[in-house]
């Protein structure tokens, strides 16, 4: 669909939309990241993969997670139970908004990709404390076929630190019954996961797993359901780009998660996945120079869905 030679081109022809974007400094140790990163690798259905750029340079996962964290709370959890608690909606707030639970949707978060959602949906994964975290990276490495899969504690630290916010939306959904236990240990879970060091393969692994109704292609292992995996892309859809999903869906056609490490997921049912990394963010909290190269990737490899 692509030739090598033409990957690295266009990861050049992109290289300016680093510039227009800033690495995240909420949480401190994000912001030692080099802006001018950029990388990206296509993995198809039958495992065949290419990078270019600076595709091996590990960034966390961060908020990518979450398309994990949700996947394992959907074989853990009936549908209609975990709906109960978090909806299945878009949200025009920010992804750590508290506004959304306070006077929106009867305390439920919206989705399972804010944080809220994801915070949530850890919680209803079953093995209570350390056993929900066990199971969600076991799970995350099948989907990435990585198996060496470790956490940066430094940027663990930093996110346990400073995580203020992410306390107050936890602590409110506890006093709404969203959510119920140690909110200290839950929070911990999910700082730990969220600080999961990832590269582009990982990640192009992972989309073409859920491209691939829950197959991964290159261990040939089935990590998912078929129904999960198209539920999560679903949300994906709708939900994966923060305040940007409708502008990113109308630019690519595109199924994706990002996350404010820099890194952008995208699965493309019955062709395959992308994953790209480009810490410095746009004003929305996505890949600046990420949305750049799969836009282009998107028209030249017909990927759209719609």
């Given amino acids: 669909m692509i030739t090598q030679q033409r990957l690295e081109e266009l990861v050049n022809e992109c290289a300016f939309a680093t510039k227009q974007g800033r690495v995240a400094s909420y949480i401190p140790k994000l912001a030692e990241a080099d802006p001018q990163q950029l990388g990206v690798y296509w993995m198809d259905l039958a495992g065949h993969g290419m990078g270019a750029g600076e595709w091996e340079k590990r960034v966390t996962v961060q908020s990518i997670v979450k398309v994990a964290i949700f996947l394992q709370a959907l074989a853990d959890c009936p549908l209609d139970e975990l709906t109960r608690r978090i909806s299945l909606n878009a949200t025009a707030e920010t992804f750590n908004s508290i506004v959304d639970l ?64 992410n306390r107050a939306i936890a602590y409110f959904m506890k006093s709404t019954q969203i959510i119920d236990g140690d909110v200290e240990q839950l929070l911990d879970e999910y700082f730990r996961l969220c600080s999961v060091k990832v590269n582009c ?57 990002s996350g404010v490490g820099g890194g952008i997921m995208s699965a493309i049912p019955s062709k395959g996945g992308l994953g790209v990394v480009g810490p410095a963010l746009n004003e929305t909290g996505n890949s600046a120079g990420g949305i750049e190269l799969l836009s282009r990737l998107s028209d030249e490899m017909d990927l759209s869905i719609l």
Avoid: W
């Fill in 102 to 165: 306070e006077v929106k949707n009867h305390h439920r978060p919206l989705n399972p990709y804010i944080n809220s959602g994801a915070i949530a949906s850890l919680y209803m994964v079953s093995g209570g404390p350390e056993g929900r975290f066990q199971r969600v990276m076991e799970l995350l490495r099948k989907l990435t076929a990585n198996n060496a899969l470790s956490i940066d504690e430094q940027v663990y630290v930093s996110e346990k630190q400073t995580g203020h916010r």
């Fill in 201 to 257: 393969r990982d990640l192009a692994v992972m989309a073409a797993t859920l491209a691939n109704g829950g197959k991964n292609p290159v261990t040939g292992l089935c990590c998912a359901q078929k129904s999960f995996c198209k539920t999560a892309m679903a949300v994906m859809v709708s939900c994966g780009m923060y305040g940007q999903s409708g502008e990113f869906l109308v630019r690519t056609g595109m199924p994706a998660k």
